[in-house]
């Protein structure tokens, strides 16, 4: 049985945190007021936009959750999470597209390479 690579641990452990912490900084976004609300930059209605980053944030926990349970798919499905906001933050700052591009670089390399993926 082949011991699962400790970046692929930590990889999965911080998706499951990142996207449990969105989910809970949206449940409390009612009570935290409009000035905590950072939108998606869609411009779509708030329930919408609100079901939106519920299924970004629950497809976090879910590639987290798979990636430790040793799923190949989950792999493709944090880097196209990691894409999603590596696209967001091109709208917002360069120092923000800056981080996500390093970010996202460094999960690819450690979620793809020989060692990982074997």
């Known amino acids: 049985m082949n011991k699962r690579p400790h970046s692929i641990t930590f990889i999965g452990c911080l998706s ?11 449940s ?3 009570s935290l007021g409009a000035a905590a609300h950072r939108d998606a930059g869609f411009g779509l209605p708030q329930g919408i936009e609100t079901a939106l980053l519920l299924v970004i ?3 976090a ?3 987290g959750a798979f990636l430790l349970c040793g799923r190949h798919w ?3 499905l944090l880097a196209l999470w990691m894409v999603y906001h590596l696209a967001l933050s091109a709208l917002h700052s360069i120092t923000d597209f800056i981080i996500h591009a390093v970010s ?3 999960i690819c390399y450690l979620l793809f390479r ?4 074997a």
């Not at 990142?18 to 900084?25: Q, R």
């Open 28 to 30: 409390l976004q009612d």
């Open 74 to 76: 989950a792999r493709w």
């Open 16 to 26: 499951i945190a990142a996207g449990t912490a969105g989910l809970v900084f949206l």
């Open 104 to 106: 996202f670089g460094a």
């Open 61 to 63: 926990v879910v590639g």
């Open 114 to 117: 020989p060692a990982a993926s």
């Open 57 to 59: 944030r629950l497809l």
